[in-house]
């Protein structure tokens, strides 16, 4: 359902979002504790719940990863997250590198991996 005006996501009442952000279809949030949200559109497994079955997740959804964020990127298809570490994990499409993998047959990753 598109919305035309702004709404509130009750989903995320009593979390603290502290940045929040948007590919073409999918939207990333990132809670004050380092938690990442996912919600959207699936396409490329852009959203790093471990499919890229295209479906849309109407609910933010905790995205499992070994560490947390502490920033946030997203691309049309693709994301990317900075940890307090300073490693950089991407996922989603990766047609033309954007995930700075090492390995150019790598097309897509469905779940949250440090650039190697």
Known sequence: MNRYTPTKIDALSGVR????AVGVEHTLALASDG???AFGCNS????GLGSSALG???????????ETFVKLAAGSLHSVGLTASGAVYTWGANDQGQLGTSS???KLRVTPRTMT
């Open 44 to 47: 490329r497994g852009s959203l």
């Open 35 to 37: 938690r990442l949200y």
């Open 56 to 66: 849309t997740i109407s609910q933010p959804t905790i995205v499992s990863t070994p």
């Open 17 to 20: 979002i502290v940045e929040v």
């Open 104 to 106: 150019s047959f790598v």
